[in-house]
């Protein structure tokens, strides 16, 4: 039995790693098979992460952060876990090879999933012009018309983005004023291939076999009209991922893994969350960095409190200047 497994490999599984891996705890990342990485290999350039003054890309951010872990010795499995029991003192984790692991202390790091409009044709045609993913599907709308919707930094950056392909972006948000940041609303503002629709929501997204368009409510007033499109990218926020320990771990009301306090331990003994599966708020790469620090040194102190039968020791309180496990 291994002493740690972290299910993720996006800013907070890494870090996680690379914290274990230098406290000789030899982890495993189950790091998925298609979106190892997590949500940064989806992005273009990252301006704010710290020690990268010229920014730095999404992809090779996360590259760095893989060979940091591994160069200390954590073991990479790029697979995807199916189940996982949380129970007894041994936390077991299935993937879709079958192939079964199992170890002392868990870090559940799973990430978000992009959120979806919850519309008619947007499952249909998804692929076929409704997309959660500039960088993955820009390149197919060269000098096409196309549409963003959202009103946060994704939105704003993925409009930004699309200008190299598109010859027209529709950003279309449902109020009058933007939540993304203000250099990121300075940017598409300047952007002339960029055109706001305030007050507007999409209620439906049409065409046979590929996008053609969509009908846009206004909330102010409720009239509806139809806009010429040839794909829609969606970027209105993530949900947590989740869905491997519902009935497992306590959630929020925010649907988020609850955690005690400012630490990572979650309501299961030996099961730890970190980064935007436990963070409704801020879900940034260094704050989700941060959150996965905090689940290795709870591991840390929690393995270490661990007694001869592999039960938390009372001892393990004592253990100078780390809290309580
Ligand atoms: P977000 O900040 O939660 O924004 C989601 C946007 O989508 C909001 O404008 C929201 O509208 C809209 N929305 C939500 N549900 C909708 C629905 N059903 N229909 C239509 N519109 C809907 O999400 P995000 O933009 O993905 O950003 C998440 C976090 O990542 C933020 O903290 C952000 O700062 C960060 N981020 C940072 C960068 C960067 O720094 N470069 C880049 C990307 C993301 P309302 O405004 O009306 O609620």
């Not at 870090?107 to 692929?127: D, M, Q």
């Not at 000098?143 to 010859?167: H, M, N, P, Q, Y």
């Not at 704050?287 to 996965?292: D, L, Q, V």
Request: proline letters at 4%; hydrophobic letters at 40%.
């Amino acid at each position: 039995m291994r002493q740690l497994i972290i299910i993720g490999s996006g800013p907070a599984g890494y870090t996680a790693a690379i914290y274990a891996a230098r406290a000789n705890l030899n982890p495993l990342v189950i790091a998925s098979s298609v979106e190892a990485g997590g949500e940064l290999m989806n992005t273009t350039e990252v301006e704010n992460f710290p020690g990268f003054p010229e920014g730095i890309m999404g992809p090779d951010l996360m590259t760095k952060m893989q060979q940091q872990a591994e160069r200390f010795g954590a073991e990479i499995v790029y697979d995807d876990v199916v189940s996982v029991d949380l129970d007894g003192p041994a936390k077991k984790v299935v993937l879709g090879s079958g192939a079964e692991h199992s170890a002392d202390a868990l870090v559940y790091a799973t990430g978000s999933a992009p959120r979806k409009l919850g519309i008619e044709g947007e499952s249909r045609l998804s692929g076929r012009g409704v997309s959660y993913c500039a960088t993955c599907d820009g390149f197919f709308f060269r000098e096409r018309t196309i549409a963003v919707v959202g009103g946060g930094d994704s939105a704003l950056e993925e409009a930004t983005f699309l200008t190299k392909f598109a010859s027209k972006v529709y950003l279309i948000h449902r109020r009058d004023e933007l939540r993304a940041s203000k250099i990121m609303q300075e940017r598409a503002f300047a952007n002339d291939k960029i055109e706001l629709v305030w007050n507007s929501a999409i209620v439906d997204i049409v065409g046979e076999d590929a996008v053609t368009g969509v009908v846009l409510e206004d909330t102010v007033d409720g009239s509806r009209r139809e806009l010429t499109l040839d794909g829609v990218f969606v970027a209105i926020g993530n949900d947590p991922r989740t869905h491997l320990v519902h009935g497992k771990l306590d959630l929020t009301a925010e649907g988020t893994v609850w955690v005690d306090g400012r630490s990572s331990r979650t309501s299961v003994p030996g099961v730890f969350a970190a980064g935007d599966v436990i963070d409704p708020t801020y879900r940034q790469a260094v704050t989700a960095a941060g959150s996965g620090t905090v689940a290795a040194l709870d591991v840390e102190h929690y393995l270490a409190g661990l007694g001869e039968a592999g039960v938390p020791d009372a001892t393990a309180d004592q253990i100078e200047g780390l809290p309580a496990v």
